[in-house]
Each structure stands twice: as C-alpha cells, then as structure tokens.
C-alpha cells in the first residue's frame, strides 16, 4: 500500500509505534524478558512518546497534509511480522527488537527525505529515528 501523503505518512509511523508498543508490553510479560528487562521497559515508554509527538505533528500540520503529494513511497519494506513474543526465548525477544528498532529506524529516515518540504515534521521523524538508533545502541550491548 503506497504512502502518498502527509497523512498516510503519519499514519503509518502512529501504527509502527502502536504495534512495536504491543510487542514490547508482551514481551515484558515474558518471563525469558528478565535479561532484557530495563531496556524493553524505555524503549515502551519511547515508543509511547514517540506515539505523541506524531500525533501532535499531524494535529500541528494538518493544514499542510493536503498540498504535500508523496512518490515511491509503500509500507511494504516497513510491514514486519513479529510473532507472538510470549512465547519467544530470551536470544529470540532479542534479535527481534533489534529487528523492530532498525526497521523503524530507516522508515523514519525515509520518511524524513520524503517529507522534507515540511521541515518541522521532517525534524520530528528524525528524532524518533535517532532515538531508534539508540535502542539498536542499547540493545546490542
């Protein structure tokens, strides 16, 4: 499904936080999550906050999402099936939030190019991108 606009850009980033903060809260319920356990639990609350500030991006620029057409742009390459994390080993928990925060990590830098015209929104998306780079960060230490 293509990603031709403001809104369909910002929509998509609230359900990628939405899902990854699904995965997180189950993960956590996991008793192989012990490990693991302080980084899960900020990068849910990241991912809360990140839920935020794209909302109140959207709100702010509302106006612009109409002017702003978007090319070559899908969610296809974003679109990541994760499993049930209940039922995930610790090593398994792991290497699938790495996946999880490098996959959001370069949607929000494609995002930020493709939405440069609005530069406040673009310097949003990159700050959730920088903070998905800290996670990769903590996760592979």
């Known amino acids: 499904m293509p990603l031709i606009n403001f809104g369909s850009i910002m929509n998509f980033a609230e359900e990628l936080e939405t899902r990854d903060e699904q995965f997180y809260t189950a993960a956590l319920k996991n008793p192989a999550a012990t490990s693991h356990k302080a980084v899960f639990e900020q990068i849910l609350s990241d991912c809360k906050k990140n839920k935020i500030n794209i909302q109140r991006a959207r709100r702010e620029n509302v106006t612009e999402m109409i002017l ?6 899908t969610r296809a390459p974003f679109v990541l099936d994760v499993g049930d994390p209940a039922g995930m080993s610790s090593q ?4 699938t939030a790495k ?10 830098l494609e995002a930020a190019v493709k939405i440069k015209a609005l530069s406040e929104v673009a310097r949003i998306l990159k700050l ?14």
């Open 68 to 73: 702003e057409n978007i090319a070559d742009f």
């Open 92 to 95: 398994e928990l792991l290497e």
């Open 99 to 108: 996946k999880l925060e490098e996959r959001a990590e370069r949607y929000y």
């Open 128 to 141: 959730v991108a920088k903070k998905r780079t800290a996670h990769r960060t903590a996760l592979a230490g």
